[in-house]
């Protein structure tokens, strides 16, 4: 049985101070959108003493996303444009932000990112700079959406309410080996566990001391907090770094969010997001942890087995709602009075 009375916090990095912070925006046929995430991230800039850019990579474009881009003046807010053309058969939103966020690691930087079609709230920009001045590496913020017109449908309502009962008690039990592991601090909250290239910021130096961002066409946001993770970053989750997303069912990248809201609409057992685990999986990472092997949470980019649909989260909600109410919750209450013990002792 392994001894947590003695499992420490990951210590975060400790790099130079911050001088200014740097946005960076893939940008792929964005003018009808692309002005108003620039007046919203002018009005979270005028939040914070640095200075702020946000750095447009125009990649592949055939609108005039860029001129739009070059109309707009604000004081709070530097404006740098970079255009690139990515040969055919491998333009991706991936590796558009992997070239952008590359470009925006500069010395002394706080490097954010978020989408073209993004409305990031007022206080996106201070709260992840909090959040980084206090300690963390790397920050991942929420997002949220209107998506009336999914849940409108049997296909769209049934995956929402399977995949919010499921992810519930799934990061509920992350939750515990994160406490366990040290990734994340004793008796804090559950985190979001949110982890969308649309609202996340990270230090510039930490980003080019793991290597950057994984170069992926989707999800590379997730690959880069998972192997922030393994490399020992803190990383925090925070409520009230808040993006809006669009909705919309024709987007830009393959494999995106738009995919994603079409096939929840006509598929009538849909696919689950591909980081929904079993509740054998679960099990086997929680006996393992219980057993003194705390191997890193599997990363959520790909599905570890077969991918879920909706059915197979509702035949497996009893059997995950069962592991966390007799198993987990029981032996970490275990665990926390042990610690607690040890700790009044020491």
């Given at each position: 049985m392994m001894d947590h009375t003695v499992t420490p916090m990951l210590a975060s990095r400790q790099g130079p101070n911050l001088s200014h912070v740097v946005v960076a925006i893939p940008v792929r046929d964005e003018a009808?959108?692309?002005?108003?995430?620039?007046?919203?991230?002018?009005r979270a800039a005028e939040r914070?003493?640095?200075?702020?850019?946000a750095l447009i990579l125009a990649n592949n474009c055939s609108d005039d996303s860029v001129a739009v881009v070059q109309m707009?003046?604000?004081?709070?807010?530097?404006?740098?444009?970079?255009?690139?053309?990515?040969?055919?058969?491998?333009?991706?939103?991936?590796?558009?932000?992997?070239?952008?966020?590359?470009?925006?690691?500069?010395?002394?930087?706080?490097?954010?990112?978020?989408?073209?079609?993004?409305?990031?709230?007022?206080?996106?920009?201070?709260?992840?700079?909090?959040?980084?001045?206090?300690?963390?590496?790397?920050?991942?913020?929420t997002i949220t959406t209107r998506v009336p017109h999914v849940l409108a449908t049997l296909s769209g309502a049934r995956i929402t309410r399977a995949e919010v009962a499921h992810a519930a008690l799934q990061h509920?039990?992350?939750?515990?080996?994160?406490?366990?592991?040290?990734?994340?601090?004793?008796?804090?909250?559950?985190?979001?566990?949110?982890?969308?290239?649309?609202?996340?910021?990270?230090?510039?130096?930490?980003?080019l001391a793991i290597g950057g961002l994984p170069a992926r066409d989707h999800s590379e946001d997730r690959a880069l907090v998972h192997l922030a993770g393994t490399r020992g970053l803190g990383i925090r989750y925070l409520p009230g770094m808040t993006a809006r997303v669009s909705a919309r069912?024709?987007?830009?990248?393959?494999?995106?969010?738009?995919?994603?809201?079409?096939h929840r609409m006509q598929d009538r057992d849909p696919m689950a997001d591909q980081a929904m685990l079993t509740p054998d999986m679960l099990r086997a990472l929680w006996m393992q942890a219980q057993d003194g092997r705390l191997t890193p949470y599997p990363c959520r980019t790909e599905a570890p087995g077969p991918r879920l649909r909706a059915s197979?989260?509702?035949?497996?909600?009893p059997a995950l709602r069962d592991l966390v109410?007799?198993?987990v919750r029981p032996d970490f209450a275990r665990i926390l009075r042990v610690r607690d013990s040890a700790v009044m002792a020491g």
């Open positions: 009808a959108r692309i002005g108003r995430l620039l007046t919203a991230l002018a914070i003493s640095l200075p702020v850019t707009f003046s604000h004081p709070a807010l530097r404006i740098e444009i970079r255009q690139t053309v990515f040969p055919a058969g491998t333009a991706s939103a991936g590796r558009a932000r992997r070239m952008a966020m590359d470009l925006g690691a500069q010395p002394g930087a706080l490097l954010m990112t978020t989408d073209a079609d993004a409305t990031p709230g007022p206080d996106w920009i201070a709260a992840a700079l909090d959040a980084v001045q206090t300690g963390a590496d790397l920050v991942c913020g509920e039990i992350r939750h515990c080996l994160d406490q366990l592991s040290g990734h994340q601090p004793w008796g804090g909250a559950c985190p979001h566990y949110m982890e969308s290239g649309a609202s996340m910021a990270i230090r510039a130096d930490s980003y069912l024709q987007g830009r990248a393959e494999g995106g969010m738009a995919a994603c809201l079409r197979d989260l509702e035949a497996a909600y109410a007799q198993t």
